[in-house]
């Protein structure tokens, strides 16, 4: 456990802001301005300046949160070693991005479950931007994600291969077709997820090397079934993982429609840090991969 001033810095570090960093943590705004004074006086520098609209950290401020970060973050794993170690059942926090933790991790999961029954693995899915900060957080020891990320930062491991593609409804103007241009698709009712989704972030990726722009959205969804659901009722047409495609082509109700000279490929990546958890991340990747 580090101090606890430590922990409301942080907090204001991120919130630049001592009323919500003061919401946060359920204490007052004095007590949020003594724990700052404290630290200051402590080091012997200045951590924050007030600003017109929010705080800024200054250059020492911005080492300290570095450092404090990552304090927090061996603070965490070392919790989490240690009651592994007391414990028969080992118990193991894992993120994944939308399309994997729904789509395709629950049933791997499970398959490593009955192998190993004394480790359980908690999966928490969110987009690929709070999978990166979840992980440089201490909160999760492993990561897989769809989107691109800091190859600098992260140790990380090619999952495989996946592919991004047009679907719409059986309806859509575009389900009689061969094949439709991007600027087609481009001027269509387009629903995509969110920003600071991996999946938002290659098509726009993909669209910028060809020389286009992500000018108009329809809808921005962050959750993945509800666009599969709009789609569905052709309410405009989506650029998706197929995988997450699945019992939708099965029921013919979405159509998956070639662009012209337009492939969207991307990797499923595992990612960890260099202390999180080695023995249980390699063997949980190796598993992944080999089924």
């Given amino acids: 456990m580090i101090d606890t001033k430590l922990i409301t810095f942080i907090t204001v570090a991120k919130t630049k802001n ?78 994944a991005t939308l399309t994997i933790g729904g789509y395709v991790l629950p049933e791997l999961i499970g398959r490593y479950r009955e192998i190993h029954e004394n480790r359980e693995i908690i999966l928490y899915v969110e987009n690929t931007e709070k999978i990166m900060k979840k992980l440089f957080d201490g909160d999760i020891c492993l990561g897989v994600v769809e989107g691109p990320f800091d190859k600098t930062k992260v140790k990380y491991r090619k999952m495989r291969n996946d592919e991004l593609v047009l679907a719409v409804s059986e309806k859509h103007p575009f389900a009689s077709r061969d094949a439709v241009s991007i600027e087609e698709v481009l001027e269509s009712n387009l629903i995509l997820r969110e920003e600071g989704s ?46 997450a495609l699945g019992s939708s082509l099965l029921s013919k109700k979405i159509k998956v429609v070639p662009i012209e000279g337009f492939k969207i490929m991307r990797e499923f990546n595992f ?21």
């Fill in 18 to 95: 001592l009323t919500r960093a003061a919401e946060l943590l359920n204490l007052t705004q004095p007590a949020v301005s003594q724990h700052i004074k404290a630290l200051e006086e402590y080091y012997e520098v200045k951590l924050l300046l007030k600003q017109p609209k929010q705080m800024a950290l200054t250059e020492e401020g911005e080492i300290l949160y570095k450092r404090a970060i990552e304090l927090n973050r061996i603070s965490k794993k070392l919790k989490n070693e240690l009651g592994n170690k007391s414990k028969i059942s080992k118990r193991y926090d894992v993120g």
């Fill in 271 to 291: 990612v960890y840090l260099d202390e999180s958890c080695e023995a249980f991340v390699d063997d949980f990747c190796e598993f992944c991969m080999e089924e």
């Fill in 198 to 243: 991996g999946t938002r972030k290659v098509f726009e990726n993909k669209l910028g090397e060809e020389g286009y722009a992500l000018d108009k959205i329809y809808m921005e969804i962050g959750d993945i079934t509800a666009v599969i659901s709009l789609v569905e009722s052709n309410l405009g047409c989506t650029v998706i993982s197929k995988e």
